[in-house]
C-alpha cells in the first residue's frame, strides 16, 4: 500500500469538551483522494455487502479518488438518503469487511463518505427534487428518525403523498434527540429536513399517533401507513436504589441536554452532570454519548461500567473476517478521560435522603454454559463501593411501545418489535408497514435508513402493483 | 453408416489427420515395385493412425496409381482403348443386389445422357476376411468401370468434364433416392489418368483386401499414400483417402465458413462447357464429407474452371502474401486478385495432389504439418510425413528437402523433373495482368477522400439510448475506457462464476447466448502476435463474380485494412461514388416496439426484404443500422439481424452480390464484433461506443489522445482481439473466418437457430424469438418506459465482472467465501453446510446448469455402507496453478494438503524445484504430483518428469482455451526463474499451441514421449468442454491418454482477456455428458479415467460430475479461497492482498492459508458426497459413473427463460450390451515395450550402475520413436537432475531417427545418428549431447539439405545438439537453455527462445526471433540477407566483438566440426578471421537487461 490509512483529526480533548460543536478536522481533498486510492476495486467488495444499506463504495471511493465527487455524490445518493448521518455515525460495519481490513488497516470508507456528503451540500449539488408526477395516494409515516426519514423520502419520490408524524417538537428522533450534537450538530438534520420539506413531504409534529391520533383513524386516512417508532423502551435495572436521585435514564439526561443546546424547553427537572462524579453504566455507543456530555456538563470525573469482559483489540476467533466482529472499540468520548471498567456488575446504588452517594458493584466471570450460550456468574469477594453524585443507566431498549399495537392489534414478535414481514416489511395488518427499529430491535442508523428504503419499495408496490424505488439487492453479511 | 446423432454427439465435429506421402518415378518407369514401396511407407508411419476398439480397423488407408492400362487391357472380358482415351473408376455400390442394380443403373443412364460410352463392368476381386470387425459393418461392394468417350475427337477436357458432370448428376440422384444403403455408394476415382484403391483399412491389408494390387502386371509411375488418424471409430469407406485429386493430412478450420461461401459461388457459375446443366451439377460440396473430402470436390469443380491443378491450390491455399514486401509484385498481385475471389481454406495442411500428369504438394502458410522428401540418384522422389520411411543408401540420395510454408513442390510427370515453387507461380501469375486489374480495380478505404461531416441526428439523448442497448458503467470503465487508452484489450482473472446466458435473470445481449469454438488437439491454436506476418484481418466489400471466368470486375472492390470502422469511415463508405458500379444502400434495423415479438418477427422479414430489393436494383454494399430508436422503436439485435440477412440471401442465392456493413450500437466488446464477422458482416461500426469515448475525452477520462486517435486505439484493440478469436480456432485470416460461424449456441431454441442462424449447432434448445423480444423490451423499458425517480443512477453499475448486490449474480460473493472461510478454518462442519446450502441452492437459482437438475430414484442405504472419505479424496486434485502464477507458500499448501489425504496437487506450466522432490523431516511432502506439460514447456525436464505419478498435457485451459500466456519479466525472480529453467528478469511466454502436438497424431506422440520419460506416471489430456470436445476425446483415448480431464469453460486463471474468460468454452456439464456418451459410444470408455473440474464447490457438484461420467475431480478456485483467497481478480496485477497470487515478498507474508484448511475442505466435499451416495444408494464412487438416469430436471423452476432448455440430450444415456463398464477398468497399450531403449539399457549396464564410460552402436528407423527418453528416465530415477557425468554413455545409431529423438535426454548421454531425423529432435533436451551428421558416401551438400525435422530442441532446458545440416521450422523453439549449432534453419527460428545458445551456419528462414526474449544466437550472414528475415521488434542485431563472444562462437564452431566434420564449419575456420566479420549475434533487448541486473545483484551481495 502506497498511503496509510487516514481520517479527520479531533480537536484536542481539553479544548473540544468545552463546546457541543463538532471537533473533527477535516482532511485536505488531495488526502481524500489518496485515501479514495487506497480502495482496490476487489473483484467481490465485502465491503459494499457488509453494509447495510448496500452503498457502492468501490465506486465512490473509485470517483473520489478520480476528483470526480459529483459522480461520487451521485452514486453514493443512490444507496444511502443520508450519508452525512451515517458519514459521522456510522460504527461502519463496511470497513470490518474492507478487503484491505483482512492484514492491513481497512480504507476509511466512512469518512469518505462524509466528505462526499459535505462536499455535496457545500457545493449545492443536494437539492430538493419534487416528483414529477403525483398519484393519488396518501402515506402516513410514523417516527421521524432515520427509518422514517428514509422511507419518507422514498415514498415521495414514488409521487405519493407523504405525512410524516413525530410526538416531537422537531423531526429527527433520536438523531436530533438522543445524539450529542458534539455528534451530530442539528444544522445538519436541519439542511436536510429543508429539502425534505421542499419536496413536499409533510411533517406534523407534536401529534403522538397512539395518544394524540389513534392509530385506527390514521389507518382509515391513508393509503398505508408505515410506523417507524423505533425501539424506545428502555431497559432498566431494577435494583436496590434504582429510586434514588441521580439515578437517571442516559436518553433522559441525552435528550434534556440537546434541548438545551438548541434553546429548547425540556421536561422534568434538570440532569446535571456539573461538578458531580458521574457513572455511567452501560458500554455501548449510548454509554459513550453520556461520557462526552458529561464531561461538557463539567464532570469531575466519569466512570464507565460494562458487564460483559473487555473485548480484545483482536476480532474474536468465532468472528473472523469479513464478520462482524465484538472487539475493543474506543470513542472520542472515552478519550476525553472516562475511566472503563469491564465484568463489572452493578448490584445496589446506596443513598442519603433519597440522593444517590454511592454504587456497589461485584466482578463477574462469563463461561459457556451447558446450553452453548455464555452466563455470568459473580465472583466472590469483589464486591466494591464506587461514590458517585450521578449515575447515567445506557442499558440499551428492550423493544418497540405499545400503544399503536394494541390499537391496531398488530402481532409483536417474541422480542417485543412489532412483527412484520422480512419479505416485505407489513405487519399482521394489511397496509400497515414497520421499519427500522421498531421491526429489527435497536439497531444502527444504517440499518434504519436501509429498512426505510426497503420499506418504501413494498409499501409503493403494495399500492400500485410495482415499484421503480431501488432495493439494495441480496448479499447482507449476517452476524455470527 | 456413420454414427448418427445422439444425445450431444453431433457427427459433423469429428476430425481427421494423418499419414500421407508419395513416390514417383522421374524418369516415368512403371512397375509393380513402386506400390509395394508406398504401401510400405505407409506402414512404417502406421503410429501416426489409429486403430478402433476392435484392434483391427484402421481409421481408413489408400492408394492412388497410374491406370494400369495393360493389366486392364489383359483382365477385362470387353475392348479397351488405347491408354488415355478411356476412364476408369473404382465404384463403392450397396450390397444388397436391387440398391446395387440401381445405383449402376443411374450411373449408366448419366454416361449415356453425357453421350459416353459405357464400355463394361469389372468386379474388384477382394479379401473379404480381411477387413476388422467395425469395418466390416460398412464394407460395400466394389466395381470397376469403365468409360469410353463419346468420339475419338473429343478433347480430353471435355471428356473430363463430361465424366465429371455424369458422376455429380448420379451422386445427386442416388443420395436424393431414400435408398437405405445410398450411402454406400461412392466413387473414389473416376479418370482417366489415375486411380484409387482405399478403405477401412490397415495400411498393410490394402493390398491383401485389393487382389490386384500385388498382381505384377500393375504398374505404375507414381503411388500417393493416406492413412487416417480419426478422433472417432466411425470413420466411413468413402471418407479414407487419397480422394480424386488430393490427400490432406491437417485440418480445414475454417471449412463451414468456405463450403457456405462455395454454396453463394454457385449462383454465380455459368460456363459454356456445362451450360444449364451446371445445376444439376451443383451443390459442389456434398453435405456430411470431412474437410478433405469438401476440399477435394472443390479442387474437382475449380479444375473445370480451366485451372490447372497447382494454379488451384495456389488459389485454395495462398502463401502469406499479405505482409510479404518482398514478394514479387506480380505473385502478390495474382494473390491480391484471388483473395476478392476466394478466401483461404485455411488451417494446418500438407496436402499431396496429383492429376496424374503433375504430382506435388503444397504446404499451409503457416508450415504446420511436417512433409519432407528424398530425391535418389536413381530417379525416384519419395515424399512423406516422416524422412527415413524407405531405406536408401546414402550414396543414392540426391537429395533431403522439406515443403516450407505456403511453398509447393512438384513433380512433372511428363517432363520427367522437379520443378521449383517459383517456376511454377510465375507461369501462373504471368497469365493474366493481374498487377494492372488490381491496381485498377481495388479501391482501398484509405484511399478514399474523406469530404465533409455527416451529422447523424439522433432524436435521442445518449444517455436514454446507452440504456436501450444495455450498457453499464462497467462495460464503459472495465472495457471501452482502457481499450481507448492503451489499444488493447482489458485482462481479468480467476475466472468467470456467473450465470450462463439463458440462466441469468437480468436481459442478454444476444451475443452472450454464443460461444467462441477453438482449437485443441485436432489442430492448432495460432500466435497472431509473434506470428503477424501470417496473419491478416483485411476484408474486402462488394460483388463477386463468376469464378468460370477471369476479369478484371472480379477485384472491382473495397478494401478494408481493419474492417472495425469510425464513423468517418461509414461517412466516407457511403458517400463514395466515384464508380459507377459501386452502390450503398442503408436499410434500418428497427422494430415497432408496440407490436412485440410479431414487431420483430415482422421487422426481420423487413430488413430481408428490402435487402433484397437493394440489390435488385444493384446495390452492392448494404449498411445495417440500428440509428434512430425512440419511445417507439426498439432496435432489432444487430447479430439477428445480421445473420439472418446473410443466410437468407444465400438461401436466395443473391448473397455474393453484395457485403454486409454493420452500423450498431450494439457491439462494444471483441466477442460482438468476432460474432458479427464470424455470421457475414464485412465491416462495423461500433458508433455507440465512438459516442461514449467522445464523452469520456469530454469528462477527461482520456486525456493522453485526442478523440480520433482514442477511437483508433479502440479499433485496434478491437481488431487485436478478433486476430485472437480466430486465431483460438487456428485461422489466420478474416478473410477466412468471415462467415465461418466457428462459434455454439448455448441456451438458444433451435427453431430460432435455424431460422436465423442456420447450422450452428445448440444442443440444450433454450429462449426464442418471443424471449428474445422480451429482454430487449426490458432494456427498451428501462430508457422509456420507466419513470425517472431522483436519486437513482443514470446508468446501472453492472457487476459481470466484479460482484455487485444488484449486478449478475455470482457464484462466489461475500457470504459463500466468507463461511467457507469460517468454515475450513474453525473446521466447521455445520459452517460448511451453511456454506453447501448457499452454494447449492444459488445454483437451483437458476445459475448453472448442474443446478437444473435434481437426484432421483433414491434407493437410500445406511451412510456406514459407503466407502470412506479417505478412498474418496484420492480421487480428487487441485487445478494446475503455477509456481509463479501464485507465491511459493499457496503453492506448496496445496501439495502438502493434497499429499498428506492421498490426493494430487498439479505443478502447473512452471516446473518444480527438485527439493520439494522428497519429503521433509515431519513427513509432509511438497512435491506435485501431477507434472504439467503445457506449451511453454517451462521446467520440463526428465527429472521433473521423472518425479511425477501423473503427467498432464494441458491442450487447453478453462478460462482462456486456445490461448497462450505471459509472464512479464518482471515477475520472474530468481527463484521463479530457477525452477522454470530461465533466466531470471526475462519475460516468458507460452505459445498458444504446443509446438509439438498440430494434430491428433502428434498429441499421440508427445504421449508417447511423456510414458517413455516415465512409464509409472499416468499420462493426462486436459481439454475443455466445448461442442465436439468427446470427438476429441475420442481421439485422445485412442492416443493412449490414461486420463482425459474435461475442463468447464468457467476455471479461474492469473490472466486472460475478458472475451476469452466469458465467451468461449461450455460448462462442464455438457462437456463431461459428451465425452462419456461418446466414448461409450466407441466403447472406448473403460480404457481412460475421466475427469471433471472447472468450479467444482461441493460435495453436490461433485455428485452430479460422477453421475454424469467423471470420476475423478479437480478443484481450484475453491481450495484457493480455503486457503485465503477473497476473489480479488487482480492476479494479473502481482497485488494479490492475501499472499496468494503475486511473488511480492511483502505481500507473500500475508498468506495465511494452512494445508489443514485444504485437507477441511477436501472432506467436508468427500463427506456431502457420501451423503448423497448413502441416498442414491451407492457404495462406491465406481458404482455411481454415468449413472445418469439418477438425474432428473427439477420441477421446482419456473423462469421464462429456462422453460425452453431441454436437458434431455445431456442426460441421455448410451445403450450398451449388458455388464459394459463405464468407468476406467483397463490400462491402455501404449506400446513402450517395443522401445529400443530397453535393449540399449541392458547393454549400458555399466554406465547406468557404475557410472563406467561405455559405447554402444545400433541401427535405428523412423518407427523407432523418442529414443533416449527412457534411458534418461532410468538415469533421473537414480541420479536426480545431476544425471550421469559427461560422456559417460555414448551410443551411435544408423539410419533415420524417428520423432522426437532424443527427448528428455538427460546429463551423461552423447547420442549421435548418422543419417538423419524427424521432428521434434531433442524435444526437452536435459543435459545430453546430441550429434547429427550426414553418414558416410553421402555427396549432397549437408547445408542445402533437411536433415532434420521441425521443432527441434523445444523447450530444451541444458545439453548439446550438433547438425551437419538443415532444420525445418521453428528451431530451438522455446530453448531456454541447450546450445545448439546448425547449418541452415527455416521458418519461425528461436521463437519463444528464452535462453541458450543457438549457432546457425547457413540460410535462416522468415521471422527469425519471435518473441524471442532471451539467449543468444549466433548467424552467419553469408550474403547479408538475415536482417530481413528477422522478427527484429526486440532483437538488438549486433557484430560479434566481444571476447567473450568470439571465443564462444569459436569454440561451438570448433565443437562442431569436431563432432560433425562439418565442411560448413570446415571452411569458416579455416578463414576465422574474414568468416567472423560475417557473424551476426543476436541479443534480445530483454535478456541484455536482465544479465546487467544479475550482474548488479551479484555485485551487490559480493
Known sequence: MEHERKVDGYAPAEERIRHYKEFTQPLKEKDLKKQGSRCMDCGIPFCHSGCPLGNLIPDFNDAVYRGKWEMATQILHSTNNFPEFTGRLCPAPCEEACVLGINEDPVSIENIEKHIAETAFEK?????????????????????????????????????????????????????????????????????????????????????????????????????????????????????????????????????????????????????????????????????????????????????????????????????????????????SHEEGAERHFSVSTKSFKGEAGILKSLVTVEVEWAKGEDGRMALSEITGTEKEWPCDLVLLALGFTGSETSIVDQLDLEMDPRTNIKAAAVNYMSSIPGVFVAGDQRRGQSLIVWAIAEGREAAHHVDKYLMGNSHLPLKGEGDLPRV | MPLQQQGLYFPEFEHDNCGAGFICSLKGERSNHIIHIALEILDKLEHRGAVSADGKTGDGAGILIDIPHEFFTDVCSFEIPERGSYAVGNIFLPRKSNQQKYCISILEQELENQGLTLLGWRDVPVNPAIPGRIAKETEPIVKQLFVGKASEEQEDFEFQAKLFSARKIAEHEIYNSRISEAEFFYVPSLSTRIIIFKGLLMPEDIKLYYKDLMDPRVITRLALVHQRFSTNTFPTWDLAQPFRYMCHNGEINTLKGNVFRMQAREELMKSPLFGDAIKKILPTVLPGKSDSASMDMVVELL??????????????????????????????????????????????????????????????????????????????????????????????????????????????????????????????????????????????????????????????????????????????????????????????????????????????LVYNYFKQLFAQVTNPPLDGIREELICDISLTLGSDQNIFEYTELHCRKLKIQNPVISKEDLDKIK???????????????????????????????????????????????????????????????????????????QRLKKRTKLSIIIESAEPREVHHFALLFGFGASAINPYMVNEIIAEQIEAHDITEYTFEEAIQNYNKAIGKGILKVMNKIGISTLNSYRGAQLFECIGLHSELVNKYFPATP???????????????????????????????????????????????????????????????????????????????????????????????????????????????????????????????????????????????????????????????????????????????????????????????????????????????????????????????????????????????????????????????????????????????????????ADVILVSG??????????????????????????????????????????????????????????????????????????????????????????????????????????????????????????????????????????????????????????????????????????????????????????????????????????????????????????????????????????????????????????????????????????????????????????????????????EENIIIGNVALYGATSGEAYINGKAGERFCVRNSGATAVVEGIGDHGCEYMTGGTAVILGSVGRNFGAGMSGGIAYVYDKDNSFRKQCNSASLNLLDVEDEEDISTLRRLVEQHYNYTLSTVAQGILENWDVRLAKFVKVYPEEYRQALIRIAEEKLQTV
Not at chain 2, 493426462?1020 to 475420442?1034: F, H, P
Open chain 2, 575 to 649: 458517400h463514395h461514388d466515384k464508380s459507377p458500379d459501386y452502390k450503398v444502400v442503408s436499410i434500418p434495423i428497427l422494430y415497432e416496439k408496440e407490436r412485440g415479438h410479431n414487431g420483430l418477427e415482422d421487422g426481420l422479414e423487413a430488413v430481408l426484404s428490402k435487402a433484397v430489393s437493394a440489390i435488385d436494383k444493384g446495390a452492392n454494399i448494404i449498411i445495417l443500422s440500428d440509428r434512430g430508436v425512440n419511445a417507439k422503436k426498439a432496435p432489432i439485435p444487430a447479430l439477428l439481424a445480421c445473420s439472418f440477412v446473410n443466410s437468407a440471401l
Open chain 2, 762 to 1040: 445448440t444442443r440444450i434448445q433454450g429462449i426464442g424469438l418471443y424471449e428474445l423480444e422480451k429482454e430487449i423490451t426490458q432494456r427498451h423499458y428501462k430508457a422509456f418506459g420507466k419513470p425517472d425517480l431522483d436519486a437513482t443512477l443514470d446508468l446501472e453499475i453492472g457487476g459481470e465482472y466484479r460482484w455487485r448486490r444488484n449486478g449478475e449474480a455470482h457464484m462466489f460473493n461475500p457470504l459463500t467465501v466468507a463461511k467457507l472461510q469460517k468454515a475450513v478454518r474453525n473446521n466447521e462442519a455445520t459452517t460448511y453446510k451453511e456454506y453447501a446450502a448457499l452454494v447449492n441452492e444459488q445454483s437451483r437459482h437458476l445459475m448453472t446448469l448442474r443446478g437444473l437438475f435434481e437426484f432421483t430414484n433414491l434407493d437410500p442405504i445406511p451412510l456406514e455402507d459407503v466407502e470412506p472419505w479417505t478412498e474418496i479424496v484420492k480421487r480428487f486434485k487441485t487445478g494446475a496453478m503455477s509456481y509463479g502464477s501464485i507465491s511459493k507458500e499457496a503453492h506448496e499448501n496445496l501439495a502438502i494438503a493434497m499429499n498428506r489425504i492421498g490426493g494430487k496437487s498439479n505443478s502447473g506450466e512452471g516446473g518444480e524445484d527438485p527439493d520439494r522432490f522428497y519429503k521433509n523431516q515431519s513427513g509432509d511432502w511438497k512435491n506435485s504430483a501431477i507434472k504439467q506439460v503445457a506449451s511453454g514447456r517451462f521446467g520440463v525436464s526428465s527429472n521433473y518428469l521423472t518425479n511425477a505419478r501423473e503427467i498432464q498435457i494441458k491442450m487447453a485451459q478453462g478460462a482462456k482455451p486456445g490461448e497462450g500466456g505471459q509472464l512479464p519479466g518482471a515477475k520472474v525472480g530468481p527463484e521463479i526463474a530457477k525452477t522454470r529453467n530461465s533466466t531470471p528478469y526475462v519475460g516468458l511466454i507460452s505459445p498458444p499451441p504446443h509446438h509439438d502436438i498440430y494434430s491428433i497424431e502428434d498429441l499421440s506422440q508427445l504421449i508417447y514421449d511423456l510414458k517413455c520419460a516415465n512409464r509409472e506416471a499416468r499420462i493426462n489430456v486436459k481439454l475443455v468442454s466445448e461442442i465436439g470436445v468427446g470427438t476429441v476425446a475420442a481421439g485422445v483415448a485412442k492416443a493412449k
Open chain 2, 1049 to 1342: 469453460h468457467d476455471g479461474g486463471t492469473g490472466a486472460s482477456p475478458l472475451t476469452s474468460l466469458k465467451h468461449a468454452g461450455l460448462p462442464w456439464e455438457l462437456g463431461i455428458s459428451e465425452t462419456q456418451q461418446t466414448l461409450v459410444m466407441n466403447d472406448l470408455r473403460n480404457r481412460v479415467v475421466l475427469e471433471c473440474d472447472g468450479q467444482l464447490k461441493t460435495g453436490r457438484d461433485v455428485a452430479v460430475a460422477c453421475l454424469l461420467g467423471a470420476e475423478e475431480f479437480g478443484f481450484a478456485t475453491a481450495p484457493l479461497v480455503a486457503s485465503g483467497c477473497i476473489m480479488m481478480r487482480v492476479c494479473h496485477l502481482n497485488t494479490c492482498p492475501v499472499g496468494i497470487a503475486t511473488q511480492n515478498p511483502e505481500l507473500r507474508k500475508k498468506f495465511e492459508g494452512k494445508p489443514e484448511h485444504v485437507v477441511n475442505y477436501m472432506y467436508f466435499i468427500a463427506q456431502e458426497l457420501r451423503e448423497i451416495m448413502a441416498q442414491l444408494g451407492f457404495r462406491t464412487v465406481d458404482e455411481m459413473v454415468g449413472q445418469v438416469q439418477k438425474l432428473d430436471r427439477s420441477n421446482a423452476l419456473d423462469h421464462y427463460k429456462s422453460n425452453g432448455l431441454d436437458l434431455g440430450p445431456i442426460l441421455h444415456k448410451v445403450r450398451t450390451p449388458e455388464g459394459t463398464k463405464l468407468y476406467n477398468t483397463e490400462e491402455q497399450d501404449h506400446g513402450i515395450k517395443e522401445a529400443i531403449d530397453f535393449e540399449l539399457i541392458e547393454r549400458a549396464h555399466p554406465a547406468l550402475f557404475r557410472k563406467e564410460k561405455t559405447k554402444l552402436s545400433s541401427p535405428i528407423r523412423n518407427t523407432n520413436r523418442a529414443v533416449g527418453a527412457i534411458l534418461s528416465n532410468e538415469i533421473s530415477k537414480n541420479y536426480g537432475a545431476e544425471g550421469l557425468p559427461d560422456g559417460t554413455l555414448k551410443i551411435d545409431f544408423t539410419g533415420s531417427a524417428g520423432q522426437s529423438f532424443g527427448a528428455f535426454a538427460t546429463k551423461g548421454l552423447i547420442l549421435s545418428v548418422n543419417g538423419n531425423t524427424n521432428d521434434y529432435l531433442g524435444k526437452g533436451l536435459s543435459g545430453a549431447r546430441l550429434i547429427i551428421r550426414v553418414p558416410e558416401g553421402t555427396t549432397f551438400k549437408p
Open chain 1, 124 to 332: 449545492g449539488w443536494v437539492k430538493a427534487h419534487p416528483p414529477v408526477n403525483r398519484t393519488d395516494k396518501h402515506i402516513a409515516v410514523v417516527g421521524s428518525g432515520p427509518a422514517g426519514l428514509a422511507c419518507a423520502q422514498q415514498l415521495n419520490r414514488a409521487g405519493h403523498k407523504v405525512t410524516v408524524y413525530e410526538r416531537d417538537e422537531k423531526p429527527g428522533g433520536l438523531l436530533r434527540y438522543g445524539i450529542p450534537d458534539f455528534k451530530l450538530e442539528k444544522n445538519i438534520i436541519d439542511r436536510r429536513l429543508d429539502i425534505l420539506d421542499e419536496e413536499g413531504i409533510t411533517f406534523t409534529c407534536n401529534v403522538e399517533v397512539g395518544k394524540d391520533i389513534s392509530a385506527k383513524e390514521l389507518k382509515e386516512q391513508y393509503d398505508a401507513i408505515v410506523l417507524c417508532g423505533g425501539a424506545t423502551v428502555r431497559r432498566k435495572l431494577p435494583i436496590e436504589g434504582a429510586d434514588l436521585q441521580g439515578v437517571e435514564q442516559a436518553m433522559d439526561f441525552l435528550s434534556q441536554n440537546n434541548r438545551k443546546v438548541d434553546g429548547q424547553p425540556f421536561e422534568g427537572a434538570e440532569i446535571s452532570a456539573e461538578g458531580k462524579k458521574v457513572i455511567v453504566i452501560g458500554g455501548g455507543d449510548t454509554g459513550s454519548d453520556c461520557i462526552g456530555t458529561a464531561f461538557r456538563q463539567g464532570a469531575i470525573s466519569v466512570e464507565n461500567f460494562e458487564i460483559l469482559n473487555k473485548p480484545g483489540l483482536d476480532r474474536p476467533e468465532g468472528q473472523p473476517w469479513p464478520f462482524w466482529p465484538m472487539r475493543l472499540r474506543t470513542s472520542s
Open chain 2, 303 to 508: 479444375l473445370m474452371t480451366g485451372r490447372s491443378l497447382p494454379e488451384v491450390m495456389m488459389l485454395l491455399v495462398p502463401e502469406a502474401w499479405e505482409k510479404n514486401p518482398d514478394m514479387d509484385p506480380a505473385k502478390r498481385a495474382f494473390y491480391e486478385y484471388h483473395s476478392c475471389l476466394m478466401e483461404p481454406w485455411d488451417g494446418p495442411a500438407s496436402i499431396p495432389f496429383t492429376d496424374g500428369n503433375y504430382i506435388g504438394a503444397v504446404l499451409d502458410r503457416n508450415g504446420l504439418r511436417p512433409s519432407r522428401y528424398s530425391v535418389t540418384k536413381s530417379g525416384f522422389v519419395i515424399m512423406s510425413s516422416e524422412t527415413g520411411v524407405l531405406d536408401i543408401e546414402p550414396e543414392n540420395i540426391e537429395m533431403h528437402g522439406r515443403l516450407e510454408p505456403g511453398k509447393m513442390f512438384l513433380v512433372n510427370m511428363e517432363e520427367g523433373r522437379i520443378v521449383n515453387d517459383e517456376e511454377i507461380k510465375q507461369a501462373i501469375v504471368a497469365k493474366h495482368p493481374y498487377e494492372d486489374w488490381v491496381k485498377n480495380n481495388l479501391i482501398h478505404l484509405k484511399d478514399i477522400p474523406y469530404n465533409a461531416e455527416i451529422e447523424v441526428q439522433e432524436e435521442v439523448g445518449l444517455g436514454q439510448r446507452k440504456k436501450v442497448f444495455g450498457y453499464t458503467q462497467e462495460d464503459i470503465n472495465t472495457l471501452i475506457l482502457p481499450m481507448g487508452m492503451h489499444a488493447k484489450e482489458p485482462i481479468g482473472s480467476m475466472g468467470s462464476d456467473t450465470p450462463i446466458a439463458v440462466l441469468s435473470e437480468r436481459p442478454q
